[in-house]
């Protein structure tokens, strides 16, 4: 499922993201990008729990057994 992103390509957005954030002039301290980083995995976490929980084949709904 997650085979079709691509590695590079997701590496180059990044890239180029920090690279326009900065010609406008928005700057960010490494204190406030690990915040960002620390967030965004913890929410990526939670949503592959949910995903896998409900993708289970021996539950409904991710909490009931069949």
Known sequence: MLTSISKAG?????L???AVLQMFG???SSEQ?????????A???F???V???LDRKD???GLFRK
């Open 10 to 14: 997701s590496g180059t957005v990044v």
């Open 33 to 41: 990008l690990e915040i960002a980083i620390n967030g965004f995995m």
């Open 16 to 18: 180029l993201l920090g």
């Open 59 to 61: 539950l409904k709904f």
């Open 26 to 28: 928005i700057e960010y």
């Open 47 to 49: 949503a592959l729990l």
């Open 43 to 45: 929410f990526v976490g």
């Open 51 to 53: 995903w896998g929980q």
